[in-house]
């Protein structure tokens, strides 16, 4: 699933290369992937110019005027500029490739720009969605969504972290960082990542943390995500790290590699029903005393 830094380099990407481009063609292939008010369908894009691009976790929104369309990429989603006009990027989950010729069979819309760039989003499972809505409508949204902090915003903070951490006691660490209402933008690759990082175990109870342990987490949090924002995320194909940076990844998708630190054999788990990879040795299993 594309996460923060993956839809954070769709905004910066289309921040800076298509904002103040009018949209003069849209094309929609699947009408699912449009959620509008009655009397709104995707038609309503064309004529219109890209004013501004927000992010919150995992949300997408342009500012389009007095329209606001909002992504969520979901499961696997990419967004894909292309265009002589611009150099072009592409961002989300890696397949199709991110060279491949678009549009795809699974490319759902394409905005065709002034300039003749184009902006293709394709999603080989169809869950995708782009919601429309005034933009007057727009905060409630966002509100009614509850996301947390975003995780690379200034709102996440050292002590809004310990705080949050302390009011939710009886909950296992990566279901925890897997709510979006906790903290917006973590998915399973980074917070397999950030919990390898702190050297702490993925069903580790929070009210058993000590404050050297959240503090020692939160850094790793910011740490990974000032690896993968720079580099677009992590490269992560049928469930394999393809470190093209490096070692990043440094331990999602290396079942049956050695630990970077210790040399263990990684092992990938369950944890709450996601697929976890974890090191036995870095991250024991937690004392039941």
């Avoid at 009018?22 to 309503?44: C, H, N, Q, T």
């Avoid at 394409?110 to 933009?135: S, Y």
Wanted: charged fraction near 20%; aromatic fraction near 6%.
């Amino acid at each position: 699933m594309p996460e923060l830094p993956e839809v954070e380099a769709a905004r910066r990407g289309i921040a800076d290369q298509l904002i103040g481009e009018r949209i003069d063609g849209v094309e929609l292939r699947l009408p699912k992937l449009i959620i509008a008010p009655d009397g709104l369908s995707g038609d309503v894009l064309a004529g219109r110019s890209i004013e501004g691009v927000q992010r919150h976790g995992k949300y997408l929104t342009l500012e389009l005027g007095d329209l606001n369309a909002v992504i969520h990429l979901k499961l696997s989603g990419q967004l894909v500029a292309r265009g002589d006009a611009i150099p072009g990027f592409a961002a989300g989950h890696p397949v199709p490739a991110y060279d491949a010729p678009l549009p795809h069979k699974s490319t759902h819309l394409i905005l065709t720009f002034g300039n003749d760039a184009q902006l293709f989003l394709t999603d080989i499972r169809h869950f995708a969605r782009v919601t429309l809505m005034d933009a007057g409508d727009w905060p409630t949204y966002i509100l009614r969504l509850r996301l947390g902090a975003d995780a690379i915003s200034d709102a996440f903070s050292r002590e809004w972290f310990h705080a949050r951490i302390r009011a939710r006691t009886q909950a296992w660490l990566k279901p925890l960082l897997l709510d979006q209402t906790f903290l917006a933008g973590l998915g399973n690759i980074y917070v397999d990542e950030s919990l390898y990082r702190a050297v702490l175990h993925p069903e580790r109870l929070a009210n058993t943390l000590t404050e050297d342990d959240i503090d020692r987490l939160y850094d790793a949090i910011v740490a990974i995500m000032e690896i993968a924002v720079p580099i677009g995320g992590a490269h992560i194909l049928n469930g394999k790290a393809k470190p093209e940076h490096g070692t990043f990844p440094f331990i999602h998708g290396r079942a049956g590699e050695p630990c970077l630190t210790c040399g263990t054999e990684i092992v990938k788990e369950r944890v709450n029903g996601r697929g976890t990879y974890r090191c036995p040795v870095c991250q024991p299993v937690p004392s039941l005393g």
